[in-house]
């Protein structure tokens, strides 16, 4: 057994993906409790220490990972791959020292993001998520032109309003987001009905075609999954079915035929 | 290749419209950034520029798709032929001049709804939303009568409430569709039981009541669209093989008759 | 044709219904109408009239209704003319001289409970909707254990807090309820967490114990419907297929035994 | 029939858990009803009654189904029966005399959760819930992945805001599951957005990742049920089917063969 299938060992055991689960959950857990004020000034120490030590984990494991591939281009092939190089770069720069030492202690967080790639199960969650998409991308234009018109408009009658809260286009925008949420929405409506008292149609339509296009969104992705799961292997072996029935019916003809035959001899 | 069609072949082509959608995107672009304050004297020659050459784009646009049909009139047997021809009249009309400025500014908003025609996804999305209203017409019907019974007793009981809430039967029933949307539903309940300290029934009701009929035509429009899958093209197939397997028994039935026919001579 | 027939053929004339509708309708908005405050006074005569007209009205389609049944009793085995009935008889008594008079003028709001009876399509979704209720009822028990539990604990330990939203076992239900609907329970949880620090355990337990019922609820709400149209008469279809196959395959065994002895001869 | 017998079909009878399940809510009304302030002293003594009854009423309910167990150890096999078991030990410590009066008070109402065990229907849910966990565990771990990153950053830059919603990881958290229910959400933005023009880049992603994860969370799940529904007996035997149809084609081919055979003799 040589050194290279030794690595590619180690990096395929349930082990070794266990213990980078369990030093990032641990590494987050300092994290944590870092933030709670009283015991900062304690921790600090510690939590020098557990960044220390992550950073050359991560640095190892990650290592590990390039030298068992065959072709060092092959390990770039993965997109999970790249993704927990970028972590690990980004985390490496030298950031505390200069001026950036509040994005390196952000940026710091995102190494639990690394979970996903130490756990199968979420990586797959994640990929289910990221195929989901292309199905909603064009009932999420639709509801960008809903919210385009609105703020539109909103903005052009309600940018006097004492709130601001159609000060400008991007805030209109903001305003309407939260109308959909339902989150105080009404408060945002009597303001506007007390110049304009026809402002209730302006909410009450907007409330009702957005919550329409997303009840109808909801439904679809439930159909259109629910059509990819009769279009599989149990509609394959019924439509085989189908046509080797056509073929039974052929085949007994035939034989009629042939006895029909048999009789006249 | 004549005239005529070579302007067929450009109505038809993918670049003609891409060209539209790119168009409309930039002067939705510019209409947004004019609203943000800062930017508006700067801007406002822009916005001029914009909506003179958009306004001359549509109507080019327009000419082709009309000129290239056969019979005038056919143009107008599309509807979405009509809800082209509707935004780019209306968008004509010299109000800027009269006294209708205002009006004639929001109206300018709508030509982002053209958006629809120049992407043939989105025509699909708002047909199936379109042919999705009838299977709920009668749920609105419910609920219009719901909203209806309600407010006729809430303005009943607490139409003298400080808070207006009640004064008049459309402010009821809005007052109800904000109840619905649970939007600080408990503010109206509680002043409500100041007075009649039975009112926690009427609300607690109306939230049951209202959230089980929206409940359930949720499941009816999901099972319904359901039974339109089940309904499609496999169970036509299955339908097909149904019938043939009778055949085929009778088939055997007839050949088992005749070699024995055949044993007898 | 005698008298009785031509009774029957107007209860059930598609005009008959109709007309009903329509005076319902006209009934429904003079009642709404009315309670807007201008109009009151030049109203209150109109108002009178519709209500006679009406009762009347009811009077005559509930008389027609009842001569043309056969026996008169088979009448009330219908729930939906009970149903007519009560709100006509209740609607008759002569309240207003009384002193209920407040409570006939909510009554009469009752009438156009009525629409329901005129159109079958809501007659239809009404039966849907009580068909559904036994379907829900062990999670509504469940959910009343819930709310039964968190209510005593709740009622328990927050009944001295000052906004009285605890104070005996029925409100601190209705303060879960509020909960429920998400509707301002961060100011409840709060104004709990000030005197018991832990007091967000129960709250954040109760909503997510809460939402994953309801979101159980739902889920097996819609697999019970899609149970339902499996079961239909496709299943029953592909069940003969299964069973005429077998059918088959001895067919053609037996058959073959014939081929074989006729060889033998 | 022996004395064992006799308890055994005491045990199963159906009046012996409609009696449990009397009794369960006479005691939950009395329990509800003592905290209405205004009975408490009247109905002191009759809730101590009821207290003891219901104490002895459940150690002989249990005795009855330990006796009736052949083997004792079994009776503890069964987990609703271990359930029922602690329920009553626990509200036998006399704890009432000790200090911990208070927690002994909050104890007694757990006894009603043994309406799960006295009504076989509530039972299944309890299962068929329980049952449904796994399938969401690693959305949950998702859930929190996303809880834990934004809680960090939130924490981090908003510790200082006067509202002190981050002032530690745990609260931030606590304010992220207020964000998601979409209770009061932007009065937290606007403190924010106050220091921070961008926060609402924080809270509007928060708001979409979340909600799209739910989503997806939903439809999975529905997705996953219909799958085990399609994967039931129906897919069995159209598999049979599918086998025996080959079976067939063989078959006639053979016999085919055979007629042939018979044809050149």
Do not use: C
Not at 83 to 112: C, H, M, N, W, Y
Not at 190 to 205: C, K
């Amino acid at each position: 057994m040589t050194v290279m299938e030794k690595i590619e060992e180690v990096r395929d055991a349930k082990w070794f993906s266990n213990l980078t689960t369990i030093i990032i959950l641990a590494y987050a857990s300092v994290l944590g409790f870092k933030t709670l004020g009283e015991v900062e000034t304690n921790y600090s120490m510690l939590l020098k220490l557990a960044d220390y030590f992550v950073t050359i984990y991560f640095v190892f494991e990650l290592s590990i990972k390039m030298v068992s591939e065959k072709k060092f281009i092959n390990f770039f092939k993965n997109g999970w791959n790249v993704f927990d190089f970028v972590i690990v770069v980004v985390t490496l720069l030298p950031l505390e020292q200069s001026g950036f030492a509040a994005i390196a202690r952000v940026l710091r967080v995102f190494r639990v993001l690394r979970l996903f790639t130490s756990r199968p199960e979420l990586k797959a969650i994640i990929d289910m998520l990221i195929k989901a998409i292309p199905s909603i991308i064009d009932i999420v234009i639709l509801m960008f032109i809903i919210f385009y018109i609105y703020a539109i408009v909103g903005n052009f009658y309600f940018s006097e309003l004492p709130s601001g809260l159609w000060k400008d286009f991007l805030v209109s925008m903001l305003t309407l987001f939260r109308v959909l949420t339902f989150e105080d929405w009404t408060d945002v409506m009597y303001e506007a009905m007390d110049v304009y008292p026809w402002a209730w149609l302006y909410f009450v339509s907007f409330v009702i075609i957005a919550a329409f296009v997303f009840f109808n969104l909801f439904v679809a992705v439930i159909i259109g999954e629910m059509q990819k799961l009769q279009e599989s292997d149990m509609k394959q072996e019924m439509h085989e079915d189908h046509l080797k029935i056509d073929l039974l019916l052929n085949e007994i003809k035939a034989l009629r035929e042939e006895v029909k035959e048999l009789k006249k001899e």
